[in-house]
């Protein structure tokens, strides 16, 4: 049966300033354009989940590719994963410096490998055995996040809050829960939710199959080697179509620990809807970790759901009946 297909993209769920909104939501817009001019040609939902992460990866406004945060130790450290709901075929890499679209990279892996993970040099030599060109680590870095980095080691010499979630989280007992007005990086009222904007796609395609990708520069001045939720099957990212098809953004280390993408994804196999499973997988990770984020969820039926519980999230749907954005759900 021919379904009408549907796309949906985010740029990430954080306590976006006021000033960021417009190119967090044009980022978005390109996004779903880029994405929605492959599935209304009839391409397949992975085809339009890889061109959509690609494109956010080129935009230096999101935490992927182009722009990434920076590692402790100054450098960008990308992870990515990429998954096919009608075969279950799943390509990730993780910790690559040398790649322009670590997206890319995870597709080559997904088709052209029997494995379905690779990290650091080994992810590297296998894209550019796969025709990938391999670019120097300093043509992903922007100005805005070499500040950034400074700042959060300024602060932390100052003995501040630290901002980054670059170390561990808490226990539920002591997690540090957010609250709305968090103000922007470094300013007075920064908080928890100050920077998560990872990027992400899922996809319903016209032969009613679904994909999931998610990329991701991880966290600011996060530990080099450092891997995250957004690479890792059913923490950041999962397609099933008998499920549903998840991307994720957030602190990655309490994701991980409730491998949040698969406890959503099984519920709508259970039967309960998209729009209401993304909420409840919001506040089960708020609830149980005081772990804060944003998922795009949607099953092979055409069913989907948004949520947040940061101030704002950059998201985007497309379907037949045209394209919507926005920094709030
Ligand atoms: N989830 C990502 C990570 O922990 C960060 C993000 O979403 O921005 O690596």
Same mark, same amino acid.
């Given at each position: 049966?021919?379904?009408?297909?549907?796309?949906?993209?985010?740029?990430?769920?954080?306590?976006?300033p006021?000033?960021?909104?417009?190119?967090?939501?044009?980022?978005?817009?390109?996004?779903?354009?880029?994405?929605?001019?492959?599935?209304?040609?009839?391409?397949?939902?992975?085809?339009?989940?890889?061109?959509?992460?690609t494109?956010?990866?080129?935009?230096?406004?999101?935490?992927?590719?182009?722009?990434?945060?920076l590692?402790r130790d100054?450098?960008?450290?990308?992870d990515?994963?990429?998954?096919d709901?009608?075969t279950?075929r799943?390509?990730?890499?993780?910790?690559v410096?040398?790649?322009r679209?670590?997206?890319?990279?995870?597709?080559?892996?997904?088709?052209e490998?029997p494995?379905?993970?690779?990290?650091?040099?080994?992810?590297?030599?296998?894209?550019?055995?796969?025709g990938?060109?391999? !670019?120097?680590?300093e043509?992903? !870095?922007?100005?805005?996040?070499?500040?950034?980095l400074?700042?959060a080691?300024?602060?932390e010499?100052?003995?501040?809050?630290d901002?980054?979630?670059?170390?561990?989280?808490?226990?539920?007992?002591?997690?540090?829960?957010?609250?709305?007005?968090?103000?922007?990086?470094?300013?007075p009222?920064?908080g928890?939710?100050?920077s998560?904007?990872?990027?992400?796609a899922?996809?319903?395609?016209?032969?009613g199959? !679904?994909?999931?990708?998610?990329?991701?520069?991880?966290?600011?001045?996060?530990?080099?080697g450092?891997?995250?939720?957004?690479?890792?099957?059913g923490?950041?990212?999962y397609?099933?179509?008998?499920?549903?098809?998840?991307s994720?953004?957030?602190?990655?280390?309490?994701?991980?620990?409730?491998?949040?993408g698969?406890?959503?994804?099984d519920?709508?196999?259970?039967?309960?809807?998209?729009?209401?499973?993304a909420?409840?997988?919001i506040?089960?990770?708020?609830?149980?970790l005081?772990?804060?984020?944003?998922m795009?969820?949607?099953?092979a039926?055409?069913?989907?759901?948004i949520a947040?519980?940061?101030?704002?999230m950059a998201?985007?749907?497309?379907?037949?009946?045209?394209?919507?954005?926005?920094?709030?759900?």
């Amino acid at each position: 049966m021919q379904r009408s297909p549907i796309l949906i993209v985010h740029g990430g769920a954080w306590a976006m300033p006021d000033d960021m909104t417009e190119a967090n939501e044009q980022g978005v817009f390109d996004a779903l354009q880029a994405g929605w001019a492959l599935l209304e040609k009839g391409a397949t939902a992975i085809e339009a989940v890889e061109a959509a992460v690609t494109q956010l990866e080129n935009d230096a406004t999101f935490d992927a590719g182009y722009g990434s945060f920076l590692t402790r130790d100054g450098r960008v450290q990308m992870d990515a994963l990429l998954m096919d709901g009608a075969t279950l075929r799943a390509g990730g890499v993780a910790c690559v410096e040398r790649l322009r679209n670590p997206i890319r990279a995870a597709r080559l892996v997904l088709d052209e490998s029997p494995h379905v993970y690779f990290v650091g040099e080994g992810a590297e030599a296998f894209a550019a055995s796969h025709g990938m060109p391999l !670019i120097a680590n300093e043509e992903l !870095i922007v100005d805005r996040e070499r500040r950034r980095l400074e700042e959060a080691h300024e602060r932390e010499r100052a003995g501040l809050p630290d901002i980054t979630f670059s170390g561990d989280d808490k226990s539920p007992e002591t997690a540090v829960k957010p609250e709305p007005g968090f103000g922007g990086l470094g300013g007075p009222s920064s908080g928890p939710v100050d920077s998560h904007d990872t990027v992400g796609a899922v996809a319903l395609d016209v032969d009613g199959n !679904i994909a999931a990708a998610t990329s991701t520069g991880g966290t600011l001045s996060k530990a080099p080697g450092r891997v995250g939720d957004s690479s890792l099957i059913g923490c950041g990212c999962y397609a099933d179509n008998q499920s549903a098809a998840v991307s994720l953004t957030g602190w990655g280390e309490p994701i991980m620990k409730l491998v949040l993408g698969k406890w959503a994804t099984d519920r709508v196999q259970m039967g309960r809807p998209p729009e209401q499973v993304a909420q409840e997988a919001i506040s089960y990770l708020y609830q149980r970790l005081g772990g804060h984020g944003g998922m795009i969820l949607l099953d092979a039926q055409g069913r989907w759901g948004i949520a947040h519980n940061t101030p704002r999230m950059a998201w985007g749907v497309h379907t037949a009946d045209g394209p919507r954005v926005g920094v709030k759900v």
